[in-house]
């Protein structure tokens, strides 16, 4: 049975963009996947379903897997 989706992710723009954009290499900029991220309706939604759900990888939300960690470690505190 496939995992189902969560309903905001058919409005984001990663899903209409080649998925290595959101996952650079080692030493590989981000920059070109936060810039669509910028643009896109949901990046609020997707960085919330990161957070939540412990993403380490890629870029989510317009964030970085550095960035996101320094959220996480925020939310704890509160």
Excluded at 13 to 21: G, Q, V
Excluded at 24 to 39: D, Y
Excluded at 43 to 48: F, K, P, R, T, V
């Amino acid at each position: 049975m496939p995992a189902l989706r969560p309903s905001w992710q058919k409005h984001a723009l990663c899903a209409k963009t080649d998925p290595e954009t959101f996952y650079p290499e080692r030493g590989q900029s981000s920059a070109p996947a936060e810039r669509i991220c910028r643009k896109c309706r949901v990046a609020a939604e997707c960085l919330d379903y990161a957070l939540a759900h412990g993403e380490r990888f890629g870029v989510w939300g317009g964030t970085s897997e550095r960035r996101r960690r320094r959220l996480a470690r925020i939310q704890q505190e509160f």
